[in-house]
């Protein structure tokens, strides 16, 4: 079945940048999510990529797919302490479905931002 | 901003009781969906709902869940028979996704804890 996969803390020091990685097996997937959770909250998402699409930048964050690798990575610019979060990693696959998908979800990397 | 909500935040209950966990979705969303998270573990689909009916499930929606959406505001989990593996974060999902359009952006609410004695 499929699998996403991502570590599961990153440290890193505000102002730096933050990498996030995620791998997943699907090669059916099509869709594929960054959505952060804050303590007490629900899952916002983020930013999505089509997988025909190996980059999309949006202000701070950016965004890689490699597909031949099935490997996603969020990049975070400037990490500041309102970062600070669980990332979590999904994929969705275009299938007669449709918007219906359900999404397939890593377990999610603590984002922990050092002073 | 429009937000999915969902009641109770925290429901603790004794094995073998029924739970009916409720989610307010976006007005004008037509898509619905289920998740859960058993804490440490992966978030996990379990069912979407679309035009009245289930549209996909997972292995972990079997007969003792089901789903409703008893008027124009509500949709509903029910877990008819509650287990101790039962207990985890209820995540409720909408989305507005129209065919042909790209990505699929499911609003999360913020979850019902569930607890089972």
């Known amino acids: 079945g499929e699998d996403v996969e991502q570590s599961l803390f990153l440290s890193v020091r505000e102002g730096d940048s933050s990498v996030i990685n995620c791998t997943y097996t699907?090669?059916?997937?099509?869709?594929l999510y960054w959505y952060k959770q804050e303590p007490g909250a629900g899952l916002q998402l983020l930013t999505y990529i089509f997988s025909n699409m190996d980059m999309k930048q949006d202000q701070r964050l950016t965004v890689l797919l490699n597909k031949k690798d099935k490997h996603l990575s969020l990049r975070i610019a400037d990490t500041q302490t309102g970062d600070s979060a669980i990332y979590f990693c999904?994929?969705?696959?275009?299938?007669?479905?449709?918007?219906?998908?359900?999404?397939?979800f890593g377990k999610g990397t603590h984002l922990i931002i050092q002073p | 901003e429009p937000e999915v909500t969902q009641t109770p935040s925290h429901q603790v209950t004794q094995m073998g009781q029924e739970v009916i966990l409720r989610c307010v979705p976006i007005s004008n969303h037509l898509y619905f969906y289920w998740y859960r998270q058993i804490l440490g573990q992966k978030v996990e689909f379990l069912v979407s709902?679309?035009?009245?009916?289930?549209?996909?499930k997972s292995e972990i929606f079997d007969d003792q869940f089901s789903v409703e959406r008893p008027d124009g505001s509500n949709f509903t989990l029910k877990i008819r028979s509650t287990k101790l593996e039962d207990s985890a974060m209820y995540f409720c999902?909408?989305?507005?996704?129209?065919?042909?359009?790209?990505?699929?952006?499911?609003?999360f609410g913020p979850g019902t804890r569930l607890t089972v004695l």
């Open positions: 999902a909408s989305s507005d996704w129209e065919e042909g359009e790209l990505g699929n952006e499911q609003f």
């Open positions: 709902f679309y035009n009245n009916e289930i549209s996909e």
């Open positions: 999904a994929e969705s696959a275009l299938d007669s479905g449709g918007g219906a998908d359900g999404l397939t």
């Open positions: 699907d090669s059916s997937s099509t869709y």
